[in-house]
C-alpha cells in the first residue's frame, strides 16, 4: 500500500522559497494516484500540488492556488488491485456493472467503468460477491439480458434495438430494487402494509386487498377485467 504525502523533489526546487517547499508537477496518473479534498476525489482536477510548511497548495486546472490545512488533503499512490472478474461490486449496497478496474487507496477505493467514467468511495461502503457458476451460462445476468436486447424488441430507424439503448444506461442498480434481489439470485422478501392507506378515489373490497398485497410486498401483478379498476388501483400504488 502506497505511503500518504509522498513528495517526490523536482529537480528543479525553487530555493527562493523562505519556508521549505516540495513540488511535484502533475500530469496525474489517476490509475497511481489519488487525491481526496475534504473527502472529495479531486485528483483529474488538479494541475500541481504542493507541500508548503504545514500547508497544502492545490493548483487546479484553471491555474489558481488553494491554500489547504494538511487534515483537509489525503495524497495517496501506488494502489492495491482489487479483483473484480466473476464477481458483483457494491457500493453501499447498489450493484455497479461494465467496472473495468479497482483499485484501493488506503481507505478509499476507485472504481473505473469501461464507459470511461470513475467513481471514488470509502472502502468500508465498498464490497464484492462471488457469482456462482450454473452450467456454463453467465455469470452477469445483466451483461446476459443486455446481449439479448441487441437482437430483439423494438428498433429505431437506423436498425438499433430500442431496448437495448435502456440497458446501455443502466449501470448501477439500487440495492433496495428488487431487479437487485433478482439479479444476486435472493428471494424477493416481503414487507409490511401500512394501516393509513388513502383511497382518493373509493375502491371496492378486490381493489383494496390489491393495493395492501401491493404495498406489502416488492413486486406484485394487478389483473383483472376492463372496468374494474386495475389503473385506479395501480396509480394508488404509484
Not at 485528483?43 to 491554500?67: C, H, W
Not at 436486447?149 to 444506461?169: F, P, Q, V
Request: with cysteine; glycine share 8%.
Amino acid at each position: 500500500m502506497g505511503s500518504n504525502w509522498k513528495i517526490h523533489l523536482d529537480a528543479r526546487k525553487c530555493n527562493t522559497h523562505e519556508n521549505h517547499v516540495s513540488e511535484r508537477l502533475m500530469s496525474m496518473d489517476s490509475r497511481q494516484n489519488l487525491v481526496i479534498i475534504k473527502g472529495r476525489d479531486r485528483t483529474d482536477q488538479i494541475l500541481r500540488i504542493e507541500e508548503a510548511g504545514d500547508r497544502m497548495v492545490v493548483t487546479f486546472s484553471n491555474g489558481k492556488p488553494y491554500f489547504y490545512a494538511r487534515d483537509n488533503v489525503a495524497w495517496l499512490s501506488n494502489p492495491d488491485r482489487i479483483p473484480t472478474g466473476h464477481f458483483r461490486v457494491l457500493v453501499e449496497g447498489d450493484l455497479l456493472y461494465d467496472v473495468e478496474e479497482a483499485l484501493r487507496f488506503e481507505a478509499w477505493v476507485k472504481i473505473f467503468r469501461r464507459n470511461g467514467e470513475s467513481r471514488c468511495c470509502l472502502f468500508s461502503d465498498f464490497s464484492v460477491q462471488r457469482m456462482a457458476s450454473s452450467d456454463g451460462r453467465s455469470t452477469d445476468m445483466l451483461a446476459y439480458f443486455r446481449e439479448l436486447a441487441e437482437t430483439i424488441g423494438l428498433m429505431t430507424d437506423d436498425n438499433k434495438s430500442m431496448m437495448a439503448m435502456k440497458y446501455r444506461d443502466l449501470d448501477t442498480v439500487s440495492g433496495e430494487s428488487i431487479l437487485s434481489r433478482f439479479l444476486q439470485a435472493c428471494p424477493p422478501g416481503s414487507g409490511t402494509a401500512s394501516s393509513d392507506l388513502i383511497f382518493p378515489f373509493g375502491c371496492n373490497m378486490s381493489q383494496k386487498t390489491a393495493v395492501q398485497k401491493a404495498i406489502g410486498n416488492p413486486i406484485s401483478l394487478v389483473q383483472g377485467p376492463p372496468g374494474t379498476g386495475n389503473s385506479n388501483s395501480i396509480s394508488i400504488k404509484h
